[in-house]
């Protein structure tokens, strides 16, 4: 998913080079997931002048403008990914702080049900399941 100039003023962003920088590096990079620091890191490895407090307050319009979303995981740990409008819950690894996705649709519906029965009108949601990946438990036994 490539975001355009015309679809960062349909959001009412003017589309500058530091927005489009870190559009670029967000829509290029093998994770979804990045923290404000990662993107940095990566503008400044390709000698781009782009500030952290600069990628700080984009990723803030970003947000506001529906474009990313921000997930606060466990120990502070804040990453952005890019909003592509399919809903997907998380799993962490506690270790080594991979992230990966999956759907579940009795999850889904499981919360749905749940909502209902507490006489809540469901909005939004998130799950995050922490726990240590494969290959952290490999390292754990193999040491």
Known sequence: MSISSNELRA????????????????ESRGTRHMSAEDIYRHLLESEEDVGLATVYRVLTQFEAAG???????????????????????????????????????????????????????????CLYIYGICADCQKEEGGS
């Open 67 to 125: 474009l990313v979303a921000k997930h606060n995981f466990e120990g502070g740990h804040s990453v952005y990914e890019l909003n592509q409008g399919e809903h997907h819950d998380h799993i962490l690894c506690v270790k080594c702080g991979k992230v990966e996705e999956f759907v579940d649709e009795i999850i889904e519906q499981r919360q749905h049900d749940i909502a209902k029965k507490t006489g809540y009108a469901m909005t939004d949601h």
């Open 11 to 26: 959001v009412g962003l003017k589309s500058t080079l530091p927005r489009r920088k870190i559009l670029e590096v967000m």
